[in-house]
């Protein structure tokens, strides 16, 4: 089993639907957890850090369930512009990324 | 400068040449890292320093070595390129080493024929 799994997608959306990924970790020790979004040969860029009791940023909720090890990520009322690449991130002591989940938002 | 700046943006290199990638950052950051990202792969470390002094080999070493002489400066060197190390290479910045968010300068695209 891979370190970090993401499903490559692409998931295409329209314009204000809700869109969510899952990313699976095969640790159960590990201890804080991301999102990152990527676009098109750019550098990743931090969206938000996944909390213990979940967290809200705007239109984007991230959560973390440690039984079944897996974090996940929702984007409400999609825009255009959240057409991007979204990275999990498991951080022991070290950044393990999973490969991406594309997305994308259809006018 | 602001972040993290690589240099050069993108590079074609004959196989065997020695190839030095750049890595600076003005956020007196500790601890440098740098990956290369592949399709389907994700990103993989290839090295990492904690701090000034110190370096460690992460995931992907082999054919890589590096240097962290002061803070703002982390360059990655290709002894002798060979093909399979054509990849874009991200090089990125946390305060600390552990549980921080890393900061990614802009990659730079290298080619190795």
């Known amino acids: 089993r891979k370190e970090v799994e993401q499903d490559p997608g692409p998931f295409n959306v329209p314009e204000g639907a809700t869109v969510a990924f899952n990313c699976t970790y095969s640790n159960s020790a590990s201890q804080s957890f991301f999102w990152y979004r990527q676009d098109c040969r750019k550098e990743p860029k931090l969206l938000m850090s996944v909390y213990s009791s979940g967290n809200e940023d705007g239109r984007f909720t991230a959560q973390l369930n440690r039984a079944s090890q897996y974090i996940s990520l929702l984007i409400r009322d999609s825009k255009l512009s959240d057409s991007a690449t979204y990275l999990c991130v498991v951080n022991d002591y070290k950044y393990i990324f999973g490969t991406g989940t594309r997305l994308k938002v259809l006018a | ?113």
């Open chain 2, 1 to 113: 400068i602001a972040g993290i700046t690589q240099a050069p943006t993108s590079q074609i290199l004959a196989a065997g040449r020695r190839m030095t990638l750049r890595c600076t950052q003005d956020m007196r950051h500790n601890a440098m890292y740098w990956y290369r990202q592949d399709l389907g792969l994700g990103l993989r470390l290839i090295h990492y320093s904690n701090t000034a002094g110190t370096t460690g080999k992460g995931e992907v070493p082999d054919g890589y070595s590096v240097s962290r002489a002061n803070t703002d400066d982390f360059p990655l060197t290709l002894a002798s390129a060979v093909p399979s190390q054509t990849s874009v290479y991200f090089c990125a910045s946390s305060p600390f080493a552990g549980n921080n968010e890393q900061f990614f300068g802009p990659g730079t695209r290298l080619t190795v024929l």
